[in-house]
């Protein structure tokens, strides 16, 4: 069996967690959805551990993000000079602002280790209303979260699969997904 068949017949991972686990992890996606939606920048930056990465990889196959082409493959400091560059008041291309909404859902966890760690997959849908259009994505998230020490999750990498990553985008995605 060719190795994208097998992956595809292969059953997805689901942890066994409690009631009280599913609610944080949940908890966690839907208040870093709000916190996009309201362009709640700085406290969407503090989300991510000291180490934390934002990746879109350029293929859904792709397997590691540093080194190879990627749509955005971001630490900490690319991800607050992206802020910077489009909240400065100059950022025409933000004129007017847009605005984007996120929907959340289908949230499986898929490990939790035993320092805490957890790694979760979930679908989502955002909106972007920009120059009087609105624009859909959709696609999947991968979240590895690492415990914060205060009964929270940080994130130490957010992946997000694009259902259309190979396609032709008529201008250029500013924000996050």
Known sequence: MPDAEARAAAPLPVAQVDAETQRAVEAFLYHQA???????????????????????????????????????????????????RNTHPHAWSQSPPNRLSHVVSNVVIESVAENGDVTVRSKFHCSEYLRYEVRHFAGKYRHELVPDGEGGYRIRLQRVDLLNAEGPFDYVIQWWL
């Open 34 to 84: 709000e916190i996009l939606d309201d362009a709640l920048w700085n406290d969407w930056l503090g989300l991510f551990a000291p180490d934390g990465r934002y990746w879109m990889p350029a293929h859904k196959d792709q397997t590691r993000g540093d080194g190879v082409p990627n749509i955005f493959w971001e630490d900490l400091d690319l991800m607050t000079v992206r802020i910077r």
